[in-house]
């Protein structure tokens, strides 16, 4: 638990995904690859994609727009914009500069932060501290990717796992509610396991690393798949106990959407029912930053989330980076 009583509480959420609807269907017609095993080992039914000409900060501005059509906030009220990406439009400016811009937040100062499928509950701890400051009342935090940028679409193994989306929340400050704990970790010796080599100052972008291929994700599925699953069940346990949590007092659990197997391997060692976890990987795949947001603004959709529930997100991604965090929901509905 944090020691003051100012909580940096979820006021308001939004999100978007491109029109474009990949189906596993498509993946048949162009790869070695089926609809029943692309559902069945990972969940996956479809997922967005962008189209020309519209990358990460289109789907992050129209994230925010949907923010403030559910909030009686406006742009220039706005403190501080953090974007939680690892495929931003360009190396720099950042995101965070593109989408002030863009929304006319003429305030705010923000930032990028890249922790791929962790960005956003990193990015949502660090803006919970810069609101218990006291310095800042209102903070955006985006989760976006755009994962159709740097995936292979010859290779099976990686392309059907991924797709494009955004999510952003709104946090202001509150005395009883909102985000009460997080664990979070990082593992520098799982870079040999999911990573994109080429592009960045190691391996910057030549004739050679384009031809070899280095500009596109990397993985070892099935290692990623058993360090996710140990990951995000032991900080949650962690977690659940610093807080006295038993598994029948959380309300909802908002895991990453990597694969719904290893959701519900998680779930079911932290010994949650269906109906305490949101899955919603069959229709967006793995956005990558914005899985937990967009998961948030389904959750509210469902009505799923009431007033003092016990919500806990969990992820983990390249890194590795993992973590967990309890917030108490608060709702005026
Ligand atoms: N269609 C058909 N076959 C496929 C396939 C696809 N899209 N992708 C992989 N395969 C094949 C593999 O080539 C392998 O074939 P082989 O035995 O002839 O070599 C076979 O399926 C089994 O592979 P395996 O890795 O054992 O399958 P799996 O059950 O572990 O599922 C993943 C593979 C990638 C779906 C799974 O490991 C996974 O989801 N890992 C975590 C990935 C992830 O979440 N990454 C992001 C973390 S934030």
């Given amino acids: 638990m944090k020691p003051n009583s100012i909580y940096a509480n979820i006021t308001a959420v939004g999100k978007y995904l491109p029109e474009s609807i990949i189906t596993n269907q498509h993946f048949e017609t162009e790869l070695d690859t089926s609809d029943d095993w692309i559902v069945s080992r990972t969940g996956i039914k479809q997922r967005h994609k962008v189209s020309n000409g519209q990358a990460s900060v289109y789907m992050a501005v129209k994230a925010v727009e949907d923010l403030f059509r559910n909030s009686n906030v406006s742009s220039g009220d706005i403190d501080s914009i953090i974007v939680c990406t690892i495929t931003p439009d360009m190396f720099f400016p950042s995101c965070a500069c593109l989408v002030q811009k863009e929304i006319g937040a003429n305030k705010a100062w923000g930032f990028d932060l890249s922790a791929a499928c962790s960005g956003f509950v990193f990015g949502l701890e660090t803006a919970s501290n810069m609101i218990q400051s006291g310095n800042y009342k209102k903070i955006i935090v985006i989760g976006v990717d755009t994962m159709s940028s740097i995936l292979d679409y010859t290779d099976r193994n990686t392309c059907i796992l991924f797709g494009d989306g955004a999510g952003a929340v709104l946090l202001e400050s509150n005395s009883t509610h909102g985000i009460m704990d997080s ?132 992820t983990f991604g390249a890194g590795f980076t993992w973590g967990s965090m309890y917030i108490k929901w608060n709702s005026d509905d």
């Fill in 183 to 314: 664990i979070l970790k990082v593992d520098g010796n799982g870079g040999d396991y999911l990573y994109m080599p080429g592009g960045g100052s190691l391996n910057p972008t030549t004739e050679k690393t384009i031809a070899n291929k280095l500009h596109y994700v990397k993985q070892d599925g099935a290692n990623v798949f058993k360090r996710a699953v140990k990951g995000m069940t032991n900080v949650t346990l962690e977690l659940m106990s610093r807080n006295q949590l038993s598994s029948n007092e959380i309300d909802l659990f908002i895991p990453h959407q990597a694969n719904k197997r290893i959701i519900e391997s998680v779930a079911n060692k932290l010994n949650l029912n269906d109906e305490q976890v949101l899955i919603n990987i069959d229709k967006y795949a793995n956005t990558t930053a914005a899985t937990i947001p967009i998961g948030i603004h389904d959750a509210i959709n469902r009505k799923k989330l009431k007033h003092n529930d016990n919500l806990i997100l969990s």
